[in-house]
């Protein structure tokens, strides 16, 4: 029998690059968004396949709705990969980073208890709960200390799939996904600004690229590879949860340095520090040690930072954005 997914946040990059893997395997698919009748859902466009999906509007706050969606739908699988995404913003926007990923996390997981019907169930978790772990790579083990909102709800949210696996039986699953990029990230993430910034000024564009920190290391994946991570999770014999990671960790220069050689240009010509957009906290390094992904899962990760780097950059230069 075909297998139905829902997957929560479709119209973000990692929503969209699953929901191809997942119609390349077969799956009918619903995705949803607060308002789907508005909403333009580019990147299912950008990726041919949204006249493929079926799109529900769903509030993840309001437990009715997700209740509604659910039984509408009779997902054998349901992907949360929805919330406020970026840590800079939780600063600004604490209370709704908190409902939007830990109050829809919490909505997901009591529905699926209340249907009674055996949903697999994966949560999008994230590094930042990590927090500032020095020159170790983080393993499902290492203790949380998360450092900012963001990072704040998305432990909440660990720990509630952790709560419902162990005292209900359902099978959820939490993927802490180290950082992930591809062409299809907005550019109020700061590796797309750098790339669209290096494509600008390489087809003659005067701008400066203003940034804040560099010095910061990161373990940065291609994110069609992380969404495989994804999907075998709910394939395997038992829940768990699993480190997402490639395993290295480059610095913020070095992606700034890789962007602008790739176009031909030397970055230090074009770029300049500006302290209005250092955060109140960031981590100075986050690496992840995805070893029980490799052992259990069978995954790993392909691409490292050069390659993601040149492959963003061919994108943009090609205009897809």
């Known amino acids: 029998m075909t297998k139905k997914a829902l997957i929560c946040g479709i119209s973000g990059q990692d929503g969209a690059y699953l929901a191809q893997l997942l119609l390349n395997k077969g799956y009918t698919i619903c995705g949803t968004s607060r308002d789907a009748q508005v909403s333009s859902f580019r990147n299912l466009v950008r990726l041919g396949i949204k006249d493929q999906v079926k799109l529900e509007s769903v509030s993840l706050n309001d437990f009715r709705s997700v209740l509604q969606v659910l039984l509408k739908i009779k997902p054998d699988e349901v992907y949360n990969l929805a919330g406020q995404s970026s840590v800079?913003?939780?600063?600004?926007?604490?209370?709704?980073?908190?409902?939007?990923?830990?109050?829809?996390?919490?909505?997901?997981?009591?529905?699926?208890?209340?249907?009674?019907?055996?949903?697999?169930?994966?949560?999008?978790?994230?590094?930042?709960?990590?927090?500032?772990?020095?020159?170790?790579?983080?393993?499902?083990?290492?203790?949380?200390?998360?450092?900012?909102?963001?990072?704040?709800?998305?432990?909440?949210?660990?720990?509630?799939?952790?709560?419902?696996?162990?005292?209900?039986?359902?099978?959820a699953c939490s993927g802490i996904l180290f950082n992930h990029d591809s062409p299809l990230r907005p550019e109020r993430f700061v590796t797309q600004k750098i790339i669209a910034a290096a494509s600008r000024i390489a087809k003659g564009s005067d701008q400066k690229l203003y940034l804040g920190n560099i010095s910061i290391q990161r373990d940065w994946g291609w994110a069609p590879e992380y969404v495989e991570a994804m999907h075998l999770m709910l394939q395997h014999d038992q829940p768990d949860d699993y480190v997402i990671a490639t395993g290295e960790s480059r610095t913020?220069?070095?992606?700034?340095?890789?962007?602008?050689?790739?176009?031909?240009?030397?970055?230090?010509?074009?770029?300049?520090?500006?302290a209005s957009l250092?955060?109140?906290?960031?981590?100075?390094?986050?690496?992840?040690?995805?070893?029980?992904?490799?052992?259990?899962?069978?995954?790993?990760?392909?691409?490292?930072?050069?390659?993601?780097?040149?492959?963003?950059?061919e994108s943009k230069m090609q205009g897809d954005l």
């Open 88 to 171: 800079g913003l939780s600063f600004d926007q604490p209370v709704e980073t908190l409902e939007s990923i830990a109050t829809g996390t919490l909505n997901l997981l009591e529905a699926i208890r209340f249907t009674g019907e055996p949903i697999r169930f994966y949560n999008a978790g994230s590094s930042e709960c990590f927090g500032d772990i020095g020159d170790c790579a983080a393993d499902e083990s290492t203790p949380f200390r998360p450092r900012s909102p963001y990072a704040v709800a998305k432990s909440a949210a660990f720990w509630e799939v952790a709560n419902y696996r162990e005292a209900y039986g359902i099978f």
């Open 252 to 274: 913020l220069e070095d992606f700034v340095k890789e962007a602008f050689v790739t176009v031909g240009l030397n970055w230090q010509d074009h770029v300049s520090t500006d």
């Open 278 to 313: 250092l955060r109140p906290t960031d981590l100075a390094i986050s690496r992840g040690n995805p070893t029980k992904a490799k052992v259990k899962l069978g995954w790993q990760a392909q691409s490292k930072m050069t390659d993601i780097v040149r492959m963003m950059v």
